[in-house]
T-cell receptor
Framework: QKEVEQNSGPLSVPEGAIASLNCTYS??????FFWYRQYSGKSPELIMF????GDKEDGRFTAQLNKASQYVSLLIRDSQPSDSATYLC??????????FGKGTLLTVNP | KAGVTQTPRYLIKTRGQQVTLSCSPI?????VSWYQQTPGQGLQFLFE???????NKGNFPGRFSGRQFSNSRSEMNVSTLELGDSALYLC?????????????FGPGTRLLVL
Protein backbone atom coordinates (compact mmCIF):
# COMPACT_ATOMS: atom_id res chain seq x y z
CA GLN A 1 0.00 0.00 0.00
CA LYS A 2 1.45 3.31 -1.10
CA GLU A 3 1.67 5.79 1.73
CA VAL A 4 1.49 9.01 -0.29
CA GLU A 5 -0.20 9.02 -3.68
CA GLN A 6 -0.28 11.65 -6.37
CA ASN A 7 -1.59 11.67 -9.91
CA SER A 8 1.52 11.19 -12.03
CA GLY A 9 0.20 13.42 -14.76
CA PRO A 10 1.36 14.99 -16.87
CA LEU A 11 -0.98 17.84 -16.08
CA SER A 12 -1.11 20.43 -18.80
CA VAL A 13 -2.70 23.86 -18.30
CA PRO A 14 -2.66 27.06 -20.37
CA GLU A 15 -0.80 30.11 -19.12
CA GLY A 16 -2.93 32.13 -16.70
CA ALA A 17 -5.11 29.17 -15.67
CA ILE A 18 -5.36 27.52 -12.26
CA ALA A 19 -3.37 24.32 -11.81
CA SER A 20 -4.73 21.91 -9.23
CA LEU A 21 -2.46 19.22 -7.78
CA ASN A 22 -3.75 16.53 -5.46
CA CYS A 23 -2.28 14.17 -2.90
CA THR A 24 -3.70 11.53 -0.56
CA TYR A 25 -1.97 9.85 2.35
CA SER A 26 -2.62 6.73 4.40
CA UNK A 27 -1.18 7.54 7.87
CA UNK A 28 -3.95 9.17 9.93
CA UNK A 29 -1.37 10.26 12.50
CA UNK A 30 0.48 12.42 9.98
CA UNK A 31 1.34 15.80 11.36
CA UNK A 32 2.77 18.05 8.67
CA PHE A 33 2.33 18.33 4.95
CA PHE A 34 4.65 19.81 2.36
CA TRP A 35 4.75 20.69 -1.30
CA TYR A 36 8.07 20.71 -3.15
CA ARG A 37 8.83 21.82 -6.68
CA GLN A 38 11.54 20.05 -8.64
CA TYR A 39 12.77 21.35 -11.96
CA SER A 40 14.32 18.83 -14.31
CA GLY A 41 17.89 18.08 -13.25
CA LYS A 42 17.58 20.08 -10.04
CA SER A 43 16.94 19.21 -6.42
CA PRO A 44 13.54 19.72 -4.76
CA GLU A 45 12.74 23.09 -3.20
CA LEU A 46 10.08 23.65 -0.56
CA ILE A 47 7.27 25.94 -1.68
CA MET A 48 4.52 25.41 0.90
CA PHE A 49 3.83 23.63 4.16
CA UNK A 50 0.59 23.24 6.09
CA UNK A 51 -0.24 21.78 9.48
CA UNK A 52 -3.92 22.57 10.11
CA UNK A 53 -7.12 21.82 8.26
CA GLY A 54 -8.15 24.51 5.84
CA ASP A 55 -6.37 26.73 3.38
CA LYS A 56 -3.01 28.43 3.50
CA GLU A 57 -2.13 31.03 0.90
CA ASP A 58 1.28 32.31 -0.17
CA GLY A 59 1.26 34.51 -3.24
CA ARG A 60 -0.08 32.53 -6.18
CA PHE A 61 0.03 29.27 -4.22
CA THR A 62 -2.69 27.88 -1.95
CA ALA A 63 -2.31 24.66 0.02
CA GLN A 64 -5.46 22.93 1.23
CA LEU A 65 -5.59 20.24 3.91
CA ASN A 66 -8.46 17.97 4.89
CA LYS A 67 -7.29 15.53 7.56
CA ALA A 68 -10.63 13.73 7.76
CA SER A 69 -10.36 12.84 4.07
CA GLN A 70 -6.55 12.47 4.27
CA TYR A 71 -6.21 14.80 1.35
CA VAL A 72 -3.83 17.65 0.53
CA SER A 73 -3.91 19.83 -2.51
CA LEU A 74 -1.95 22.66 -4.07
CA LEU A 75 -3.52 25.30 -6.25
CA ILE A 76 -1.39 27.51 -8.47
CA ARG A 77 -3.24 30.58 -9.69
CA ASP A 78 -2.25 32.52 -12.82
CA SER A 79 0.06 29.67 -13.87
CA GLN A 80 3.24 30.72 -15.67
CA PRO A 81 5.51 28.71 -17.98
CA SER A 82 8.15 28.98 -15.23
CA ASP A 83 5.86 26.89 -13.01
CA SER A 84 6.44 23.91 -15.30
CA ALA A 85 8.08 21.33 -13.05
CA THR A 86 7.39 18.19 -11.06
CA TYR A 87 5.49 18.87 -7.84
CA LEU A 88 6.14 16.53 -4.94
CA CYS A 89 3.80 16.07 -2.02
CA UNK A 90 5.50 15.05 1.24
CA UNK A 91 4.00 13.97 4.53
CA UNK A 92 5.65 13.80 7.96
CA UNK A 93 4.08 10.69 9.41
CA UNK A 94 3.49 9.53 12.95
CA UNK A 95 6.84 7.73 12.70
CA UNK A 96 8.55 11.11 12.03
CA UNK A 97 9.65 9.96 8.58
CA UNK A 98 9.12 12.30 5.65
CA UNK A 99 7.42 10.29 2.88
CA PHE A 100 7.18 11.66 -0.64
CA GLY A 101 4.72 10.96 -3.38
CA LYS A 102 6.13 10.19 -6.81
CA GLY A 103 5.25 13.63 -8.06
CA THR A 104 3.00 15.23 -10.65
CA LEU A 105 4.56 16.70 -13.77
CA LEU A 106 2.99 20.06 -14.56
CA THR A 107 3.36 21.73 -17.94
CA VAL A 108 2.14 25.30 -18.40
CA ASN A 109 1.66 26.13 -22.08
CA PRO A 110 2.26 29.72 -23.24
CA LYS B 1 24.57 32.12 3.31
CA ALA B 2 26.00 29.04 1.60
CA GLY B 3 23.58 26.25 0.82
CA VAL B 4 23.90 22.54 1.35
CA THR B 5 26.91 21.14 -0.44
CA GLN B 6 27.43 17.57 -1.54
CA THR B 7 30.53 15.88 -2.86
CA PRO B 8 31.21 14.36 -5.23
CA ARG B 9 28.53 15.47 -7.70
CA TYR B 10 28.98 12.48 -9.98
CA LEU B 11 30.37 9.05 -9.36
CA ILE B 12 30.77 5.87 -11.39
CA LYS B 13 31.39 2.61 -9.56
CA THR B 14 31.24 -1.08 -10.37
CA ARG B 15 29.19 -3.75 -8.66
CA GLY B 16 30.65 -4.93 -5.38
CA GLN B 17 32.53 -1.73 -4.66
CA GLN B 18 31.69 0.61 -1.86
CA VAL B 19 31.12 4.36 -1.95
CA THR B 20 31.12 7.23 0.52
CA LEU B 21 29.17 10.41 -0.11
CA SER B 22 29.62 13.63 1.83
CA CYS B 23 27.22 16.39 2.82
CA SER B 24 27.89 19.75 4.46
CA PRO B 25 24.73 21.36 5.86
CA ILE B 26 23.79 25.01 5.91
CA UNK B 27 25.59 26.81 8.72
CA UNK B 28 23.54 26.49 11.91
CA UNK B 29 21.55 23.51 10.70
CA UNK B 30 21.97 20.54 12.99
CA UNK B 31 19.85 17.91 11.28
CA VAL B 32 20.88 16.10 8.13
CA SER B 33 18.67 13.72 6.17
CA TRP B 34 19.55 11.54 3.23
CA TYR B 35 17.25 10.48 0.39
CA GLN B 36 17.53 8.27 -2.66
CA GLN B 37 15.74 9.34 -5.82
CA THR B 38 15.11 6.99 -8.73
CA PRO B 39 12.67 7.24 -11.65
CA GLY B 40 10.86 4.12 -10.52
CA GLN B 41 10.58 4.62 -6.77
CA GLY B 42 10.71 8.39 -6.53
CA LEU B 43 12.24 10.10 -3.52
CA GLN B 44 12.77 7.72 -0.61
CA PHE B 45 13.96 8.51 2.89
CA LEU B 46 17.21 6.83 3.93
CA PHE B 47 18.03 8.22 7.36
CA GLU B 48 18.14 11.34 9.52
CA UNK B 49 20.91 12.44 11.86
CA UNK B 50 20.77 15.00 14.63
CA UNK B 51 23.56 15.74 17.10
CA UNK B 52 25.64 12.86 15.73
CA UNK B 53 22.84 10.36 16.42
CA UNK B 54 20.73 8.53 13.89
CA UNK B 55 17.16 9.56 14.74
CA ASN B 56 15.31 7.68 12.06
CA LYS B 57 15.91 5.15 9.31
CA GLY B 58 14.05 4.24 6.16
CA ASN B 59 13.46 0.79 4.71
CA PHE B 60 16.84 0.17 3.15
CA PRO B 61 19.21 -2.77 3.66
CA GLY B 62 22.09 -2.60 6.11
CA ARG B 63 24.48 -1.93 3.21
CA PHE B 64 23.38 1.68 3.54
CA SER B 65 24.85 3.44 6.53
CA GLY B 66 25.73 6.92 7.61
CA ARG B 67 27.16 9.07 10.29
CA GLN B 68 27.25 12.67 11.43
CA PHE B 69 30.21 14.53 12.83
CA SER B 70 30.33 17.10 15.61
CA ASN B 71 30.33 19.92 13.05
CA SER B 72 27.05 18.51 11.63
CA ARG B 73 28.68 17.35 8.40
CA SER B 74 27.44 13.93 7.37
CA GLU B 75 28.58 11.02 5.28
CA MET B 76 26.69 8.08 3.91
CA ASN B 77 28.25 4.83 2.83
CA VAL B 78 26.95 2.11 0.56
CA SER B 79 28.83 -1.16 0.64
CA THR B 80 28.74 -4.00 -1.89
CA LEU B 81 27.13 -1.85 -4.56
CA GLU B 82 24.37 -3.31 -6.72
CA LEU B 83 23.12 -2.10 -10.10
CA GLY B 84 19.90 -0.99 -8.42
CA ASP B 85 21.81 1.47 -6.25
CA SER B 86 22.23 3.74 -9.26
CA ALA B 87 20.35 6.86 -8.24
CA LEU B 88 20.52 10.49 -7.26
CA TYR B 89 21.41 10.72 -3.58
CA LEU B 90 20.15 13.88 -1.97
CA CYS B 91 21.15 15.33 1.34
CA UNK B 92 18.96 17.86 3.12
CA UNK B 93 19.65 19.91 6.21
CA UNK B 94 17.25 21.52 8.63
CA UNK B 95 17.51 23.57 11.77
CA UNK B 96 16.34 20.79 14.07
CA UNK B 97 15.16 17.21 13.93
CA UNK B 98 11.81 16.68 12.24
CA UNK B 99 11.75 20.36 11.31
CA UNK B 100 10.97 19.66 7.69
CA UNK B 101 9.61 23.18 7.21
CA UNK B 102 13.19 24.41 7.43
CA UNK B 103 14.63 21.69 5.22
CA UNK B 104 16.79 22.57 2.22
CA PHE B 105 18.17 20.08 -0.26
CA GLY B 106 21.66 19.96 -1.67
CA PRO B 107 22.34 19.47 -5.40
CA GLY B 108 22.76 15.73 -5.01
CA THR B 109 25.32 13.09 -5.94
CA ARG B 110 24.49 11.10 -9.03
CA LEU B 111 25.78 7.55 -8.63
CA LEU B 112 26.02 5.14 -11.53
CA VAL B 113 26.80 1.51 -10.76
CA LEU B 114 28.06 -0.55 -13.70
Amino acid sequence: QKEVEQNSGPLSVPEGAIASLNCTYSDRGSQSFFWYRQYSGKSPELIMFIYSNGDKEDGRFTAQLNKASQYVSLLIRDSQPSDSATYLCAVLGSNYKLTFGKGTLLTVNP
Amino acid sequence: KAGVTQTPRYLIKTRGQQVTLSCSPISGHRSVSWYQQTPGQGLQFLFEYFSETQRNKGNFPGRFSGRQFSNSRSEMNVSTLELGDSALYLCASSLAEWAAETQYFGPGTRLLVL
